[in-house]
């Protein structure tokens, strides 16, 4: 079946270091959406990218998705403490709503 | 109003109990999801409703009930739980057709079965 998985599973950074996580999928996807859990929280839609090798910021972040539209990464820079949380990318099971979520990556982010 | 909105927030049940939980918004969405998430674990996809219909079940256990009373309203039904469905129960709810908008989810129920 689809499987997104994302490395690394936990990164530790210092307030003001740069932070990357990689999102892939077994399949090709028609978008890929990125969400953030805080600690204690609930996932919180951030973005969707829809075309391939499409580019999009908001601020401090970074998103990109891959050419062949099974790939994608979240860059964040100049992290700060209110950047800690969980990172999910996740994508659509085929021409459905389904939503499957990627495996996550934990950022902990150190003042 | 953006919100989805799910009560109870915290929930001890026993093995033999019946509870239910409860999720609303008003944002006018047709889609709503029901997911499990287990700690330190991504959100498990279990059923989703499009216009008040069961359009997938996850090949939940039927100890697991949804129901969809309205457009803006979902339950999910629980009966003779096990220890191991101990977890976040996160309500989302999204555009029918309108996927880049995401999902937006509700703050969970923490369960905890004894």
């Given at each position: 079946?689809?499987?997104?998985?994302?490395?690394?599973?936990?990164?530790?950074?210092?307030?003001?270091?740069?932070?990357?996580?990689?999102?892939?999928?077994?399949?090709?996807?028609?978008n890929?959406q990125?969400?953030?859990?805080?600690?204690?929280?609930?996932?919180?839609?951030?973005?969707q990218?829809?075309?391939?090798?499409?580019?999009?910021?908001?601020?401090?972040?970074?998103?990109?998705?891959?050419?062949?539209?099974?790939?994608?990464?979240?860059?964040?820079?100049?992290?700060?403490?209110?950047?800690?949380?969980?990172?999910?990318?996740?994508?659509?099971?085929?021409?459905?709503?389904?939503?499957?979520?990627?495996?996550?990556?934990?950022?902990?982010?150190?003042? | 109003?953006?919100?989805?909105?799910?009560?109870?927030?915290?929930?001890?049940?026993?093995?033999?109990?019946?509870?239910?939980?409860?999720?609303?918004?008003?944002?006018?969405?047709?889609?709503?999801?029901?997911?499990?998430?287990?700690?330190?674990?991504?959100?498990?996809?279990?059923?989703?409703?499009?216009?008040?219909?069961?359009?997938?079940?996850?090949?939940?256990?039927?100890?697991?009930?949804?129901?969809?009373?309205?457009?803006?309203?979902?339950?999910?039904?629980?009966?003779?739980?096990?220890?191991?469905?101990?977890?976040?129960?996160?309500?989302?709810?999204?555009?029918?057709?309108?996927?880049d908008?995401?999902?937006?989810?509700?703050?969970?129920?923490?369960?905890?079965?004894?």
């Amino acid at each position: 079946g689809q499987q997104v998985m994302q490395i690394p599973q936990y990164q530790h950074v210092q307030e003001g270091e740069d932070f990357t996580t990689y999102c892939n999928s077994s399949t090709t996807l028609s978008n890929i959406q990125w969400y953030k859990q805080r600690p204690g929280g609930h996932p919180v839609f951030l973005i969707q990218l829809v075309k391939s090798g499409e580019v999009k910021k908001q601020k401090r972040l970074t998103f990109q998705f891959g050419e062949a539209k099974k790939n994608s990464s979240l860059h964040i820079t100049a992290t700060q403490t209110t950047d800690v949380g969980t990172y999910f990318c996740a994508g659509p099971r085929g021409a459905t709503n389904k939503l499957i979520f990627g495996t996550g990556t934990l950022l902990a982010v150190q003042p | 109003d953006t919100e989805v909105t799910q009560t109870p927030k915290h929930l001890v049940m026993g093995m033999t109990n019946k509870k239910s939980l409860k999720c609303e918004q008003h944002m006018g969405h047709r889609a709503m999801y029901w997911y499990k998430q287990k700690a330190k674990k991504p959100p498990e996809l279990m059923f989703v409703y499009s216009y008040e219909k069961l359009s997938i079940n996850e090949s939940v256990p039927s100890r697991f009930s949804p129901e969809c009373p309205n457009s803006s309203l979902l339950n999910l039904h629980l009966h003779a739980l096990q220890p191991e469905d101990s977890a976040l129960y996160l309500c989302a709810s999204s555009h029918q057709n309108r996927a880049d908008y995401g999902y937006t989810f509700g703050s969970g129920t923490r369960l905890t079965v004894v």
